[in-house]
């Protein structure tokens, strides 16, 4: 059990040093073979502790101390439980095909073991993180993770844009884990531990403000991570990486990280359930408004990171109404079918010449048929039309919110559900029907190659049974940890006038979305409307913090220093040391040589030297009273 | 008549070393400079004079031969140094002995 | 021997820098290399045979010189003081092995030697007088090192450095002597023991005094804001192996002092001052940090950035407890590491190019993979990645001071937010991009010289960011100690409430039952 552990853990960090030794030498293809039969290995050591842990057999070691002093004690940690198995499967099996994809995506990259490096680095921060059954060990997995998405994100260092938005990304998530950090250091203070479960079985006898602190403050971190409002705006620059890596990284894994880390607090979230409210309110509002602005985005990869962001949303929705396990299962079916979209994006954007505008493309379903159908599913599956994945995940949320008396929340789901089936045909529509307009521009599309196609297989299988067929050994497995409760709708005319509405409602959506795109007309009165625009430029959200905190931040640090810190502390300084060397100047002239001079000067000091003297003796004489003064002042 | 007290003796002392000091400031002839460092030097003389006199003690006296001592021998090398910087420049005008910058 | 191992530690590279004079010029790198090797194997010994379990000093040596005045020559070493001196040997070895080929070599060598001897002595002293003729006498062979191989501005910026720091030692030098005359009040014996001071409690107002005295000899050698400026001047201006040295070691000596001395010497001064002291951490932290990112010269940007951390390691000092000290030395260490790599580094690229101004690089990465890589591990241990030393020593001192003050500690936590911003804005304009100024496009990557410098500095970054335990260990235990002196001789309640008491059983947290705890399967226990 340990040994599987440990296999599953540590084989990702292995291909990553081993691909790391070539990363600076020409392409080899081992570089990139052996990082993925290492995590193929991961992926297996995985499955046998999934079939360990459905038998209800955890496994918690400690691998070795990190950090001990004081009352700290911080080991290497790590739990196998039902909560974590999920995200591990999840993790493994999303990497070990994103890398085999790899191999023939970046085929003709100059920095394909580099690449490789990073992205086997990332798995291994991203298991930390789901492993770990202490705070700190999730943090080293948490900026871990930050740093190979830095990495990968400004991957093509060249490209002003990727590392510029690989900057961001990091400095974004930074703010957040600053929050996070103050979150552990509270755990820390009131529970005297950071271990999950010591901390959350103290949890329950602490005051309830203190609780809600650290709710408040580990969920900011939460937020950074998974691209919450108002730190979102990282995720939509970051498709400047490459397209494997928005696949794993910003859709399937590191985005989920926030999810994952308020299901695993789930025992302190429930006891504080207004911060609950304020997360499922946050996670709606964002699932509407990245909905909305991937309705009009014209770049294939922006939209399909605004449905990641509006997915996380709903995941939230979930967490914070107490339904983790409906949050965890969501997650895991977002993970499939929006790793398949990704890669599909893939394909299409290796066929196109790296062409994002789908406005530019269409009919491609003919030269792509097969990328055509496993991102027809996929949007499928994100809809949530039955039988998909999407079905049994997504709508679970409504009727989450739905049995939970949430009737806002609810609406406002329902609504982003028709707006989410809406831009994913819009997209579809635009990329693969109606007429080659990529033949004006030139393009020569090509389907991908036969091995990349049938790795995306089996996400393709995962996407469509996903929902149906692992819902309820799911259910089974993972409330025994997380809190069993299940969500139906009692009367059932209610119920099926729900399902069947919100189908219904979706499936108009879809139709509409074909009928207005299948020609890509641009309705130009449209495009210059108020609301248009808005939508187009993210609410001005980024200009925003361009002009109110970048540029502010940068001009203030030129001032600092050149007025601040040069003008004013070390002018001070200098003129501190020029009033010595300006008396120095000044006086000078008393030594000009001259004997006469000297003489008078001699006087001078003669008559200074006598009236010291004098006061000295005036002191002495009235000594008790002068130390009475010097007392009262504190000096002695 | 007035009897002749040590505060006369010490006025008159005060008097002359007011005097040899102006002149030590004042004076530009490095002749006239030796001639008020002699007047400085014997005002403090007759003070401790008087004084020793007046507490009875001869140490004060002692002391005024030891300074009338060093004064001649100090006249002696300064005289010496004037003749030489005297024929070597053909003034003794202190403002033209600046060499010694600092 | 083991008895003076620190005399020798001290003395020896003293001695093998006068018999430099007589070496043969084209020989003296290897005989510098070979006595930094001995030093670091002998510090390396120190280690080996220091006992991590006993808190107190070590390899005492006492050798009366002015037994009226108690002067005494004293050394001996905790786990506070060990690893500094072996760092301290660490980079005096390595920084002459990478020593590009400079005038005067032979005088730069016997200069480093002597300036290790300082460097040692002043760490080992536990004798004020000692320390003080130590920490004085380092100043010398730097202003050296910084006049005679520094940039064209070399002469302002060594005779600043030089003043600045002496100017604060003399007020910490009255200090001292106060502190000994107190103690013959108290005693009627001379002593400038620090460790029979330690036995010594002041009256309230006598400690706000000699604190703010101290204080001015340790914040300008820190340097704390706002006496920070002459550093940015020294080491942009001083050769590389001027600002390595500068940066791991001679900066230190300011925050050890604040342990050594001020914390157990002024507890409630300590306590009394502690929030002012952390404002001014503060400022360090954000405001260098913000001057750092306007930079246009790379090593300025490291310069400013060593503040903006020694900002941290103020502020762990002074959270005065176990977990925020051990924390601090332990991040002084790591500080010591990261910057001493970053100012090689840069050094690197100024031997290529003679330049350190960002805009004249830009896609470095392309040229010299290699360079950077190893800059941006460096980097990202300077942020403060987890797995990384800095990591460690950042998250104990932010976690220590969290105890005394919430809001400060938010406040000072953006230092992972802003070191960020500037680490990533100047990696960015050096290695990224494409390569616009024609003068990089053939520069030779890092030559196996400058590589056996660096790989091990990251392999101890790597390996105590993973496993720090062999060196905070004694770091914990000697703390302990200086924590618990420090509570016991509290005399305002305030200090009594601020300082936590060591010796008491770990606080009792309420637990509910042990329901949860029963699920796991096996438990592996204990540490490899």
């Known amino acids: 059990m340990e040994m599987l552990l440990y296999t599953a853990l540590f084989s990702p960090l292995v291909g990553s040093l081993f691909a790391a030794l070539f990363s600076t030498s020409k392409k080899t293809l081992i570089a990139g073979v052996i990082p993925s039969a290492l995590l193929f290995l991961s992926f297996i050591s995985s499955a046998i502790l999934l079939t360990h842990v459905l038998n209800g057999e955890t496994v918690q070691v400690e691998m070795m101390t990190w950090m001990a002093t004081g009352n700290l004690y911080i080991p290497f940690g790590f739990a196998v439980d039902q909560v974590s198995v999920t995200m591990m499967m999840v993790v493994t099996i999303v990497s070990t095909v994103v890398h085999v994809y790899a191999i023939g995506y970046m085929d003709h990259d100059a920095g394909f073991n580099r690449f490789f490096a990073w992205l086997s680095a990332f798995v291994f921060s991203m298991l930390i993180l789901v492993m770990s059954d202490n705070f700190a060990g999730l943090f080293i997995g948490w900026e871990g993770v930050g740093l190979c998405s830095w990495g990968l994100i400004g991957f093509w260092f060249h490209k002003e844009v990727a590392t510029w938005a690989a900057n961001e990304a990091f400095i974004m998530n930074r703010i957040a884990d600053l929050a996070m950090l103050i979150g552990i250091f ?10 999950y479960t010591e901390a959350f079985a103290a949890m329950p006898y602490l005051d309830h403000s203190i609780v809600v602190m650290m709710g408040v403050f580990l969920f900011i971190g939460a937020m950074g991570k998974s691209a919450q409002f108002p730190l979102h705006t990282w995720l939509a620059d970051a498709m400047e990486g490459p397209t494997p890596v928005s696949a794993l990284i910003h859709a399937a894994t590191m985005v989920t990280a926030g999810v994952y880390l308020v299901v695993r607090a789930n025992p302190m979230y429930d006891l504080i359930p207004e911060v609950g409210i304020f997360i499922a309110s946050l996670g709606a509002f964002v699932a509407m408004f990245a909905a909305t602005m991937a309705l009009v985005n014209r770049d294939m990869k922006r939209i399909i990171a605004y449905s990641t962001l509006s997915q996380l949303g709903y995941m939230f929705v979930a967490a914070g109404l107490g339904a983790y396990w409906v949050a965890l299962f969501h997650l895991m079916a977002h993970a499939f079918f929006k ?14 010449d790296d062409e994002l505008d789908p406005f530019k493309m269409g009919g491609l379903k003919k030269s792509m048929k097969w990328t055509w159908i496993m991102m027809t599913l996929a949007s499928v599956a994100l809809a949530g039309i039955y039988p998909l994945a999407g079905f049994f995940s997504k709508d679970l949320i409504l009727e989450v919110a739905f049995v939970e008396h949430h009737y806002i929340l609810y609406t406002v789901l329902l609504l982003t559900a028709g707006l989410t089936a809406f831009y994913s045909f819009r997209l579809v529509a635009l990329i693969f029907h109606g007429e080659e307009r990529h033949l004006e521009h030139g393009f020569h599309p090509h389907e991908a190659y036969k091995f990349m196609l049938w790795f995306m297989a089996p996400l393709g299988v995962l996407a469509v049974i996903a929902g149906m067929v692992f819902k309820s050994p799911y259910f089974e497995m993972v409330t025994q940890l997380l809190p069993r409760t299940e969500y139906h709708i009692h009367n059932p005319v209610v119920f099926w006038i729900m399902t069947i509405g919100t189908q219904v409602f979706v499936i108009a959506a879809i139709a509409y979305a074909y009928s207005k795109y299948k020609n890509a007309k641009i309705d130009k009165k449209t495009e210059e409307g108020f609301f248009y625009q808005v939508l187009f430029n993210q609410y001005y959200i980024p200009q925003f913090y361009e002009e109110f905190f970048v540029k502010p931040y940068r001009e203030l640090s030129s001032i600092l220093w050149k007025q601040v810190d040069m003008k004013i502390v070390d002018a001070s300084v200098d003129g ?13 002239g008393m030594s000009s040589g001259n004997l006469s001079t000297n003489l008078k000067w001699m006087v001078v000091g003669l008559v200074i030297l006598l009236a010291l003297a004098v006061v000295f003796a005036v002191i002495v004489q009235n000594g008790d009273a002068v130390i009475s003064v010097l007392h009262d002042l504190g000096a002695i | 008549m007035m009897e002749i007290g040590l505060s006369h003796y010490l006025i008159l002392t005060t008097i002359l070393f007011s005097i040899g000091l102006v002149g030590v400031m004042r004076r530009k002839n490095l002749l006239m400079l030796f001639f008020a460092t002699e007047i400085l030097l014997n005002s403090v003389n007759i003070g401790f004079a008087a004084i ?21 021998s100090e006249v002696a090398v300064g005289l010496g140094l004037l003749i030489v910087w005297f024929k070597r420049t053909g003034n003794i005008d202190l403002d033209s002995m600046i060499s010694m910058k600092g | 021997m083991l008895e003076h191992i620190l005399s020798i530690l001290i003395f020896f590279p003293a001695l093998a820098g006068a018999l430099g004079f007589i070496v043969n010029k084209n020989s003296m790198r290897a005989y510098g290399v070979t006595v930094g090797a001995i030093e670091f194997a002998l510090s390396l010994w120190l280690w080996f045979s220091y006992d991590s379990g006993v808190s107190g000093m070590q390899f005492m040596e006492s050798v009366s010189i002015i037994p009226a005045f108690g002067i005494t020559y004293l050394l001996g070493i905790d786990g506070i003081s060990l690893f500094i001196i072996i760092m301290a040997s660490f980079f005096t070895m390595i920084g002459i092995a990478s020593l590009s080929p400079t005038k005067n070599e032979k005088n730069l060598i016997i200069t480093l030697l002597f300036l290790q001897m300082t460097m040692i002595g002043v760490f080992a002293a536990l004798d004020a007088i000692i320390f003080y003729v130590f920490w004085e006498l380092s100043l010398v062979p730097m202003l050296y090192i910084i006049g005679a191989w520094g940039g064209p501005k070399r002469i302002y910026a060594s005779v600043k450095f030089f003043l600045y720091t002496f100017t604060g030692s003399l007020v910490m030098l009255v200090g001292m002597l106060f502190m000994a005359y107190f103690y013959h009040q108290a005693t009627g014996q001379w002593s400038f023991s620090i460790l029979e001071w330690y036995r010594l409690i002041l009256p309230e107002t006598y400690q706000l005094w000699l604190f703010v005295a101290f204080f001015f000899g340790f914040a300008i050698k820190v340097p704390m804001f706002p006496f920070h400026t002459w550093l940015p001047y020294a080491h942009g201006q001083a050769p590389t192996i ?5 940066a791991a070691v001679l900066l230190k000596m300011g925050t050890y002092a604040f342990i050594r001395f001020s914390l157990p010497l002024f507890p409630d001064a300590s306590v009394f001052f502690m929030i002012p002291i952390a404002v001014i951490s503060i400022i360090m932290i954000i405001y260098t940090a913000m001057v750092a990112y306007a930079q246009e010269d790379i090593k300025q940007v490291v310069a400013y950035s060593s503040v903006s951390h020694m900002g941290v390691i103020v502020l762990g000092t002074f959270a005065l407890n176990v977990e925020g000290i051990t924390g601090s030395v332990f991040l002084m260490i790591a500080h010591g590491i990261v910057s001493g790599a970053l100012f090689l580094l840069v050094g690197v690229i100024y031997d290529r190019r003679h330049t350190k101004l960002m805009s004249e690089f830009g896609g470095l990465a392309k040229v010299m993979p290699n360079y950077a890589i190893i800059f941006g591990m460096m980097m990202m241990a300077s942020v403060g990645m987890p797995l990384t030393i800095n990591f460690v020593g950042e998250f104990l001192s932010l976690l220590g001071f969290y105890q005394q003050s919430h809001m400060l500690t938010l406040l000072a936590g953006t230092a992972i937010i802003v070191g960020a911003i500037y680490m990533l804005a100047a990696y960015k304009k050096a290695f990224f991009g494409e390569i616009t100024n024609e003068a990089n496009r053939n520069l030779p990557d890092v030559n196996k010289r400058e590589l056996g410098a660096l790989i091990p500095l990251v392999i101890i970054m790597v390996w105590l960011g993973v496993y720090p335990k062999p060196v905070l260990e004694p770091i914990n235990n000697s703390v302990e100690s200086i924590v618990q002196l420090m509570h016991d001789k509290a005399i305002t309640p305030a200090a009594k409430a601020a ?11 309420q637990r509910a039952p042990a329901h949860a705890a029963a699920k796991h399967t096996s438990a592996h226990e204990g540490g490899h």
Not at chain 1, 186 to 195: F, P, S
């Open chain 3, 499 to 509: 300082i936590p008491d060591v010796s008491k059983p770990k606080p009792v947290i």
């Open chain 1, 186 to 195: 509270l755990v820390y203070w009131n529970t005297g531990t950071l271990q």
């Open chain 1, 576 to 588: 501190i040391a020029n009033i010595f060397y300006k008396t120095g100047v000044n006086t000078r």
């Open chain 2, 52 to 72: 020793s006199y007046y507490i009875g003690d001869f140490t004060g006296q002692m002391f005024a031969f030891f300074i009338i001592a060093i004064a001649a």
């Open chain 3, 242 to 246: 001027g600002s390595v040295i500068l």
């Open chain 1, 339 to 352: 790793a398949l979209l990704f890669l599909g994006a893939g394909n299409v954007m290796h066929a196109m």
